[in-house]
């Protein structure tokens, strides 16, 4: 049983776990390794506490069962000793009477019942003796198979100072064999999962936890079992031994540093502290009395493990009501026959620890966790560890992940949301431009088609209205009829312009030009009313880029035009260049009336206009739609036609290269 330690005395249940990182937070020696989102326990670094056991609430961590072996003890024949310990009380609660537990167990088939109590009133005494003598030296108190794991494979320099004194369990299990035998089998049973692999003298090791399960196997219940008394010897006033200070209690000693040499402390964080400080001789005076668990009846074995008050509420009332009817003479006549026998042990170095990483190497991952200075150390504990430091050194050591750090996985979730909503945007984007492309291509080769079937009639009626009109008189009303004609015949000239300028796949020529001059120009191309202002802005800190010139500037002369004329009362007509990322961006914004909602997925299409009749084409936007794409750029458009939603008006954001990139 001694070497069980090694063996998984705790393992990870397979799929169970869900990366809260509890067991991880509760570990006192973080014996807990993340694996591909998997809490594994590292059965060689483990003292077999337990209490990842307690704290997983998925049942994701467990402990090796030892019932098969005590099934095939009961079925062999042979005499079996159960060795009770003293937290039983707190756990069989719901048995009034004491006797029923000890009938229950000899009908699932013991030989002897015995109180492992009268073990813990032996090693009280061995430890009085050393309290007591003034020249021994300060100890550590080892019936804790945690602590002394703890002390074995984590300080083992203090190996000297864990007491040379077994644990109740092993000195009842010497007893045992001393008054019935050396022949018999012995099944300690208890709260502790340690107990399982603290000593080869004992057969086996169940928790209360397995018990109960083979109660229920057995169908044995308290109410079809006869009332039994316990194998002598029977335990005495240290069967309060299980809670916190009951040791010292059954020696009437006080924790009191007024009064005694004596530290108490119990649990995972208040044991490792006093362990350090007297590592430290911060406290090397005092005598060490340490529990790993809140006392033995919060131990992992148990199966109601956090009610703390009322479990030694049972156990204090157990053992007065013991001590009112107590055979003191039947008690000191079994002391006597065992109290010369031997009840010490020795303990041998058993370092675990593995060497603390380089400072580099600790640096680097805090870096790599987003921890660049002191004020990134949140210390919150939420990966588990105490501090960011611990954190990044048990990476290191292939403890644990990056993403063990809740503030660095939100804030790396926060930046993975914000570039998808950039990518859906891009995609919208890009899926938006495609469907204009489409539209205009097919657009494109229809209007294609209608301007060059129309050119050679337009080019003969504008010839010939053109010749009749220089033959007929000019106050004549066939010459005001004709001028008409070849107004309307120009206008038809022009449309079907504009049909083949859109239609066409015109190559740019770019020409490296200063932009801030060339929208000046474009401003002093166009005729503005005198309600209306016009301001440039630039932020260029490098005015040229490339362009096609005449292209560009019928962008830039279309989207001025139709921005003074949406502002019929006047208004203003904002230009700003600015450069993003290497790229120009032209900002034209109005004070006009804006675009309706309904009207903003047309204004790129191909012969669509909320002008007048004569007033204009529909192609402008689609012309400058295409020549934008024709420089690899990207136009939006956002308007605003309803003053309920604020001041109205439109604006085209069109960004381009600055270098030649087509």
Not at 346 to 366: G, H, M, W, Y
Request: one cysteine or more; hydrophobic letters at 35%; glycine letters at 6%.
């Amino acid at each position: 049983m001694g070497n069980l330690i090694n063996n998984e005395l705790v393992y990870t249940v397979k799929d169970r776990c869900r990366v809260c990182y509890t067991c991880v937070r509760e570990c006192p020696v973080k014996a807990i390794k993340i694996v591909n989102g998997q809490a594994e326990v590292i059965s060689e670094r483990c003292i077999g506490c337990g209490n990842c056991t307690k704290v997983c609430s998925q049942k994701a961590k467990s402990f090796i069962d030892t019932t098969p072996q005590v099934y095939d003890y009961l079925n062999s024949g042979e005499k079996i000793v159960a060795c009770v310990a003293p937290s039983f009380p707190a756990e069989f609660s719901e048995i009034e009477d004491y006797k029923l537990f000890i009938g229950m167990l000899r009908k699932l088939g013991f030989t002897y019942v015995v109180e492992v109590g009268f073990g813990a009133d032996i090693v009280a005494k061995e430890y009085k003796k050393t309290i007591d003598d003034p020249n021994s030296k300060k100890f550590i108190s080892s019936d804790c198979p945690a602590i002394a794991y703890y002390v074995r494979h984590y300080h083992p320099e203090l190996i000297e100072y864990l007491a040379p004194i077994v644990s109740p369990m092993v000195a009842m299990v010497r007893i045992i064999k001393h008054k019935y035998g050396k022949d018999l089998k012995t099944v300690f049973i208890g709260p502790c999962i340690a107990k399982k692999a603290e000593s080869s003298e004992v057969d086996q090791v169940i928790t209360f936890a397995e018990l109960r399960n083979m109660f229920n196997n057995a169908n044995i219940t308290s109410d079809n079992t006869t009332p039994s008394e316990f194998d002598p010897p029977i335990a005495g006033k240290a069967s309060i031994f299980p809670v916190t200070r009951g040791k010292l209690h059954s020696i009437n000693k006080s924790d009191d540093i007024c009064d005694e040499n004596i530290i108490v402390a119990s649990g995972r964080i208040h044991f490792r502290e006093a362990i350090k400080e007297f590592e430290e001789g911060l406290n090397k005076s005092q005598h060490l009395e340490l529990l790993c668990c809140e006392g033995c009846i919060m131990g992992p074995g148990m199966t109601n493990s956090n009610k703390i008050f009322t479990k030694t509420t049972h156990i204090r009332n157990y053992v007065r009501n013991k001590l009112l009817n107590f055979d003191t003479a039947a008690w000191k006549i079994e002391y006597d026959a065992v109290k010369d026998m031997d009840f010490s042990q020795t303990f041998s170095s058993a370092d675990r620890r593995i060497p603390i990483p380089s400072p580099e190497k600790i640096t680097q991952v805090l870096e790599s966790i987003g921890k660049f200075n002191l004020s990134d150390h949140l210390n919150c504990g939420a990966c588990g560890y105490d501090t960011c430091i611990e954190h990044a050194i048990a990476i290191v050591e292939g403890l644990a992940e990056t993403e063990m750090c809740l503030p660095y996985t939100i804030e790396k979730l926060h930046n993975s949301v914000k570039d998808l909503n950039l990518s859906n945007e891009k995609l919208a984007s890009a899926q938006q431009s495609l469907k204009q492309s489409e539209k205009l291509a097919t657009m494109g080769q229809l209007s294609a088609g209608i301007a060059h079937e129309l050119n050679n009639p337009l080019g003969i009626i504008t010839m010939y209205s053109n010749i009749l009109k220089d033959e007929a008189p000019a106050d004549s009303p066939v010459h005001k009829d004709l001028e008409l004609i070849v107004e309307q015949a120009n206008r038809c000239k022009k449309i079907v312009g504009g049909l083949l300028n859109f239609a066409r796949k015109n190559q740019v020529n770019l020409i490296e030009t200063d932009i801030f001059k060339f929208t000046q120009h474009s401003i002093d191309s166009i005729i503005a009313p005198e309600n209306v202002t016009i301001e440039l802005k630039s932020t260029l800190t490098n005015p040229y880029a490339y362009i096609d010139n005449d292209q560009w500037m019928q962008v830039l002369t279309n989207i001025e035009k139709n921005a003074i004329e949406a502002m019929p009362n006047g208004g203003k007509l904002t230009l700003e260049l600015n450069e993003t990322n290497g790229d120009v961006e032209f900002c034209i914004g109005d004070t006009g009336v804006g675009i309706s909602k309904e009207n903003m997925d047309k204004i790129f299409t191909p012969f669509f206009t909320t002008k007048p009749i004569g007033k204009g084409t529909g192609l402008g936007l689609p012309l400058i739609y295409g020549i934008v794409k024709m420089h690899n750029g990207q136009i939006s458009v956002d308007s605003n036609a309803g003053e309920e939603a604020g001041p109205t008006g439109t604006a085209f954001r069109i960004k381009i290269p600055r270098t030649k990139n087509l």
